[in-house]
C-alpha cells in the first residue's frame, strides 16, 4: 500500500488527529466565545476562524518543550499546542484574575505564559517581531539549541519592526521562523492595498534568508515548511520566512462590521474551503479519521469548554487594590 501524505512527511496517524483535534478545539472555544459576547457576557473576541490549519500544523514542527512561541492575537490554536488550557483562555476572556496572560488587565488575544515559553504580546502590533529576533540572539550567545517562533498578520509586515527584526536576524543568522499569516485583510484593508510585491514571502531575500509561500489551509504543507526552517535553524543556517495563505473568515473583531468593505459572496466563497473541512476529508480519506472518532473528539471537546466556561464565568476577578500591582518597583521592605 503507498504511503500517504503525512506519513511520507514522517507523521503518524497519531500526529495528524492531534492536529485536528488542535484546529477543532480552536475553532470551538472561539465559536463560545462568540456567543458569549453575543449574550454580553465577554466585552471582546478576535477571531482565529480560518487559521486554525496553519497554527496547529506549525506548532506540531516545533519543540513544544524547550522552544518559544511569540504569537500574535489570532493565534489561538499556537498557545493551545504549546499547553494554555480552555479554562486559562476563558479566564482571559471573562477577565478574571487568575488569568495567565495578564491577571485580567489585558483584552482577550494578549496572550503569555511564562511556563510555556509563551512570549508576552503587545498592543501595538508588531512588536514580538523584534523581541523574536532578541530571544533567537540569546539562544546563539548561551550555545542553546531552542529556536524562536513568531507569527504575525500581513499588514504587520509593512511595519517598521518587521523589516528590523528580520534584518537583525538575518545579519546575525538567528534560530528563528517568521510566519506571516496573511489572511487577505488588515482590518478593513485588503491586500492588494497594503504592498506592491507579489508576496510578502519576496522580502526574504532582502534580509539574506529564505522565503516561501505555503497553502495556510493545508495543516500539512505548513507542518513541512516549518519543520524544514526548524532544521536549518537549530544547525546554525539561520531565519526563515514562511508566509501562510488563507481567508479571515470572521470580521476583524467582535466590534467590526466586515460588511462595509466585503461582499458575504466573497466570505461564502472563502468557507468552502475551511480548513476544518477540507482536513478533516484527507483524514477519512486516509481512513485516519472515522465519524465515531470525530464524534468522541466532538463531545470531548464540549466537555472540556462548557467546564472551562463555567469555571471562569464563576471565578473572582481581580482585587482593586492590586491595581498598581507590577506596575511600579515596591520599595523599602515591601
Known sequence: MAATRHERLGLSDKDVLSIYETMLLARKIDERLWLLNRAGKIPFVVSCQGQEAAQAGAALALNREEDYVLPYYRDLGIVLAFGMTATEVMLASFARADDPNSGGRQMPGHFGQKK?????????????????????????????????????????????????????????????????????????????????????????????????????????????????????????EGPTLIETMFYRLTPHSSDDDDSTYRTKEEVAEAREKDPLVTFAAYLREANVLTEEKEQDMLDSIKTTIDEATEAAEQAPYAAPESTLDHVYAKGGDE
Request: with cysteine; net charge negative.
Open 116 to 236: 510555556n515559553r509563551i512570549v508576552t504580546s503587545s498592543s501595538p502590533v508588531t512588536t514580538q517581531v523584534p523581541h523574536a529576533a532578541g530571544i533567537a540572539l540569546a539562544a546563539k550567545m548561551e550555545n542553546k539549541n531552542f529556536v524562536t517562533f513568531v507569527t504575525f498578520g500581513e499588514g504587520s509586515a509593512n511595519q517598521g519592526d518587521f523589516h528590523e527584526g528580520l534584518n537583525f536576524a538575518g545579519v546575525h543568522k538567528l534560530p528563528v521562523i517568521f510566519m506571516c499569516e496573511n489572511n487577505q485583510y488588515a482590518i478593513s484593508v485588503p491586500a492588494e492595498k497594503q504592498y506592491a510585491c507579489e508576496k510578502i514571502s519576496d522580502r526574504a531575500a532582502g534580509y539574506g534568508m529564505p522565503g516561501v509561500t505555503v497553502d495556510g489551509n493545508d495543516p500539512l504543507a505548513v507542518y513541512e515548511a516549518v519543520k524544514d526552517a526548524s532544521d536549518r535553524a537549530r544547525s546554525g
